[in-house]
């Protein structure tokens, strides 16, 4: 009964997914779990919901697609409704903060995250008939998670009676972490390939690698844009700061101006732009006489040039500094620069004339996931009559995201990834290389339509020896403190033995669990169980899920839970920032006397001064470091960490509403001995006891001694470290942040980092 409008009906036969109809629906209707894998753009997201929709899958219950990214939970759902012919009311999305679904949604799409929360307070998920994760190569935490209680959910509802359907759909990509873990899936899945038309695309890599990767992908578009026959542009940057700058850059070197008619610029430059670089010149449609006899003369030229290079004219440009050609071997891929021509062996002669300053406008559109709704759409309509398509994206439009008509691809090969800190487990968001794999998704992107091109702004080099094949699975790269606590949160009693796609290491997970027993954020709860005894399971704490909120390991979130009830937040920040830098001071304790409870609080006293100071300075931070003993590095490092805590803060624990204050007080004794408290509170398993003089065994040199601590989990003693501020008192009793191992081989000594009386 569906009705489609025949435009899209038209683009739907382009795809051969729909050739499969019938064979991926018998799959589905006889299995209860099935993965979809096929290239990015073979219709898996947009059509395997309307087999299901016209297959009756919707009758009594809902369809569920899960996405990684909101950006395509927005677009997708639009999409499908579009090409159903189905309003937002019954085809529709749920995210964070926003959505459209009502009473009688149909096909709905929703993040990852969502239907996550969705289980927690409906197990059996008796809402839906049928479960699509989409994206599963791109192995989010939650898209693991989701997996793995789907493998228990499914045959749950087998036993109900309502059976339910798991779709996992994905990129081909490591499909065998989901057919070959037969602890996720008893008997593996039966996997179908989506057959797609995918074109060539000519990789080609830079000569050298420069650190300006956006002046770079500057460039290149420029010379795509003003050398190469029509086809849309992708741009891959790393971040929405990055993907505006380039936007407008381009925009203002090839501006659109509305109500001019620019459809005979086109042509023209189709033509002249083909002689010079593009290597299928067949391609090429023209009705203008004019210019067809140009290209017949440019191609005499060309061939007389015996195919070398051609330099094409500078470009004009208005409001901005176009980058000097440095002669560098742009365009040209050093593994294979045969039939490209580079620059540096240019004949000026044979071209210039042609290329004017009427430049033909960039429609220049940016692509990130914040971006509003309204926005992202409009890179899927047909940019004006003239212009040429340019996008620039972040990683967004690497898979879920199918931009129409792009032939060239401009790969930066960085992206931005959350590297976590591993003793505090803070983490930033670090400009990385890409993985071998997202640079291949990335350049599939140019052959949808046709044959195209991919521009690496790397060398073969750096993707050989820097771009690692793949990057793990989130899950298996967050600390293991951080994701026990976070799936307990989840209501995961079992994590140690969780079905994950690909399981982190159960020992350090069952150590997690340990510790975040002693340190009070799990308890034991019996569980009454019908069939079995009694069972214990350890549970999150009210305190647990105060901790949770904080973006640390729970035993610096608790500090700083903690510290939020005695408003010592702004310290607690203070030192938990400078506990993640390693190396602040270098030596001269001597210049941070303190007396009491402040000389008591030890090493991490000592930083939280010495940041303070550092922000109480007239002098340059440098002049001041040096007079001090103070790595001026990792001052910067540390307030760069307190802004991007306290905002991160701000934002997850309600209530709050930090500022970093550049003229914080030095704690007073009272203060300093809350500090204390704070920081056994989360380092309470981290303790060591002085060694006597008593327990020294006969014959030993007792002055080794003078310094040495026993821990609960080593039988060697350990050591204050020499530069401690603690030297000067020795307490009875310690706390440690951690334990390092320093000396020459036959006189390992272990020493411990940043203690507290
Ligand atoms: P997959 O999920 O396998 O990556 P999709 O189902 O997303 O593939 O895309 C299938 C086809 O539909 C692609 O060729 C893509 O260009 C097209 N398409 C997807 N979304 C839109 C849209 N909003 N407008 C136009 N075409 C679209
Ligand atoms: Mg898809």
């Known amino acids: 009964q569906v009705k489609r409008d025949p435009k899209v009906q038209v683009a739907r036969l382009k795809l051969p997914i729909l050739g499969e109809e019938q064979r991926v629906m018998e799959l589905i209707n006889e299995n209860e779990f099935v993965i979809v894998a096929g290239e990015t753009g073979s219709g898996k997201t947009t059509q395997i919901p309307q087999f299901l929709y016209e297959a009756g899958y919707t009758e009594n219950k809902m369809i569920a697609v899960t996405e990684p990214r909101r950006v395509a939970t927005v677009a997708m759902s639009a999409r499908v409704g579009y090409e159903l012919g189905l309003s937002s009311k019954e085809v529709s999305y749920l995210m964070r903060f926003e959505g459209n679904v009502t009473k009688d949604t149909k096909i709905k799409f929703m993040t990852d995250g969502v239907l996550l929360k969705e289980i927690q307070s409906d197990f059996l998920l008796s809402k839906y008939s049928v479960v699509i994760i989409d994206e599963a190569h791109e192995r989010s935490m939650y898209t693991d998670i989701l997996l793995g209680l789907l493998s228990r959910i499914v045959p749950l509802r087998r036993k109900r009676g309502c059976p339910l359907r798991l779709i996992i759909m994905s990129a081909t990509l490591r499909v065998e972490d989901f057919t070959e873990n037969t602890r996720l899936f008893k008997v593996p899945p039966p996997v179908i390939e989506i057959q797609s038309r995918q074109f060539p695309v000519t990789v080609h890599f830079n000569k050298h690698t420069y650190s300006d990767y956006l002046k770079e992908a500057f460039k290149k578009t420029v010379k795509i844009h003003t050398r190469l026959p029509e086809g849309g542009i992708l741009i891959f940057v790393t971040g929405q700061q990055e993907v505006n700058y380039l936007v407008r850059k381009l925009r203002a070197s090839f501006p659109y101006h509305k109500g001019v008619d620019y459809s005979s610029l086109i042509n023209k430059k189709v033509n002249v732009v083909d ?262 399971v350890l549970k999150v704490t009210p305190l647990g899920k105060a901790v949770s909120a904080f973006p640390l390991l729970p035993r610096y979130g608790k500090m700083l839970a903690l510290s939020h009830q005695y408003t010592l937040l702004p310290y607690a920040i203070t030192i938990v920032s400078a506990l993640t830098v390693p190396e602040v001071m270098s030596g001269k304790t001597d210049s941070w006397p303190a007396t009491g409870n402040m000389l008591l609080l030890g090493d991490p006293g000592v930083l939280l001064r010495a940041v303070g100071a550092c922000d109480h300075s007239t002098e340059a931070l440098s002049v001041f470091c040096a007079k001090y003993g103070l790595r001026e590095k990792a001052i910067i490092e540390i307030r760069k960490l307190r802004k991007q805590l306290a905002s991160e803060i701000n934002l997850s624990v309600s209530g709050v509403n930090l500022v970093v204050d550049p003229k914080l007080q030095p704690p007073d004794d009272k203060q300093a001995k809350l500090l204390r408290q704070l920081l056994l509170s989360g380092l309470g398993d981290q303790v060591a006891r002085k060694i006597s003089m008593a327990e020294v065994k006969e014959g030993e040199d007792k002055r080794k001694y003078k310094y040495a601590y026993r821990c609960s989990d080593l039988d060697e003693p350990v050591f204050i470290h020499s530069e401690s501020i603690l030297r000067k008192v020795i307490p009875e009793w310690v706390i440690y942040q951690e334990l390092y191992e320093t000396g020459p081989d036959d006189r390992k000594k272990m020493i411990m980092r940043n203690i507290t009386a």
Request: proline letters at 6%.
């Open 275 to 536: 002689t010079s670089l593009d290597s299928e010149p067949d391609d090429i449609e023209s009705d203008d006489d004019e210019v067809e006899k140009e290209m017949k003369r440019i191609r005499k030229a060309r061939k007389k040039a015996k195919r070398k290079t051609i330099k094409l004219p500078k470009i004009s440009l208005d409001d901005f500094d176009m980058p000097e050609d440095d002669g560098q071997p742009d365009l040209v891929s050093d593994a294979d620069s045969e039939g490209h021509l580079s620059d540096s062996d240019a004949d000026e002669s044979t071209l210039t004339p042609i290329v004017k300053s009427s430049q033909q406008p960039l429609w220049v559109l940016p692509l990130y996931s914040m971006l509003s709704t309204a926005k992202q759409g409009r890179v899927f309509e047909t940019p004006p009559a003239g212009t040429r398509l340019c996008v620039v994206s972040t990683d967004v439009a690497e898979t879920s995201l199918t931009i129409p008509s792009i032939k060239y691809v401009v790969d930066t090969g960085k992206k931005k990834m959350r590297i976590y800190d591993h003793v505090t487990g803070a983490s930033a968001w670090r400009v990385v290389w890409t993985s071998q794999a997202s640079a291949e998704q990335r350049s599939g992107r140019a052959g949808r339509t046709g044959p195209g091109h991919v521009y690496r702004l790397y060398s073969s080099a750096v993707y050989q020896h820097e771009c690692v094949p793949q990057y793990k699975p989130d899950l298996c790269t967050r600390p293991v403190d951080h994701l026990m606590l976070t799936l307990k949160c989840m209501g995961i009693d079992k994590v140690v033995n969780f079905p994950y796609p690909t399981a982190p290491d159960r020992m350090q997970l069952r150590l997690a669990e340990k510790r975040l027993e002693v340190l009070g954020i799990l308890e034991k709860v019996e569980m009454r169980n019908r069939r079995k005894d009694d069972e214990e």
